[in-house]
């Protein structure tokens, strides 16, 4: 079946950096919108970063000019790049994989910003 797993999560401090990947296996990305949501403590999932087909993105505004998405159809793989990581940052991270007929998840990573 398919599989979306995510990797790169982790602590980090306060201003810090951290790249989550998300690799897809029995799916083919470029037919997908792929996005990368986000559960912080106690809260619902919240949308953080999402990449079209074409390569148009959006961000959910409190990540905007400091996280990256990006993807590599070759590679079947969808990036979230987060810098100057804030403590309000942490959360589970799940990735997401989306068309008309379809719409997949990863099982979820930690971040953690803390000193």
């Known amino acids: 079946q398919v599989q979306l797993v995510e990797s790169g999560g982790g602590l980090v401090q306060p201003g810090g950096s951290l790249r989550l990947s998300c690799v897809g296996s029995?799916?083919?990305?470029?037919?997908?919108?792929l996005g990368w949501y986000r559960r912080p403590p106690g809260t619902q999932r919240e949308l953080v970063a999402v990449?079209?087909?074409?390569?148009?993105?959006n961000y959910l505004d409190s990540v905007k000019g400091r996280f990256t998405i990006s993807r590599d159809n070759a590679k079947n793989t969808v990036y979230l790049q987060m810098n100057n990581l804030k403590p309000e940052d942490t959360a589970v991270y799940y990735c997401?994989?989306?068309?008309?007929?379809?719409?997949?998840w990863g099982q979820g990573i930690q971040v953690t910003v803390s000193s």
């Open positions: 029995r799916i083919i990305f470029s037919t997908y919108t």
């Open positions: 997401n994989a989306n068309s008309y007929y379809n719409d997949f």
């Open positions: 990449i079209t087909r074409d390569g148009s993105t």
